[in-house]
């Protein structure tokens, strides 16, 4: 394993033990802030992994954002007589529908439409941020 290699591979160990901490201390409300943050880095991983031409790295990274939409769209509360959380719910089936078609035609507008999307709700999300 080259030095290069070995310095990433460190790097994803110190970062899944930080978000192990994070994880096991988060709110709800921090949990769902963490999905919309590792969804933005899958997002942004597999932008360039795309521009690289890297087919396998683009795979996985859209594999965990796609992912990381299921636990957010399972997250929704749509019991509560309210629009919306059918209207995420809707928008969360939209952003999986473009990300399979990112993954098919190697497609970065749809993915980076779907971090606009997502940048948009997570905007909301953290203006709601529980006292």
Known sequence: MRR???CKV?????????ISARVGSATPY???SLLYEGLLT????????LDSGDLEAKSRCLTKAISIVHALRESLN????SELPHNVLLLYNYMID??????RECDTAAVVEVSELVLTIKSGWDRIRPE
């Open 42 to 49: 899958s997002l942004a991983d597999t932008r360039l992994a």
């Open 30 to 32: 921090e949990l769902i």
């Open 4 to 6: 290069g290699q070995w």
């Open 10 to 18: 460190k790097t994803e160990l110190y970062r899944g033990i930080d």
């Open 98 to 103: 473009r990300l399979l078609l990112a993954s």
């Open 78 to 81: 749509t019991d509560i007589e």
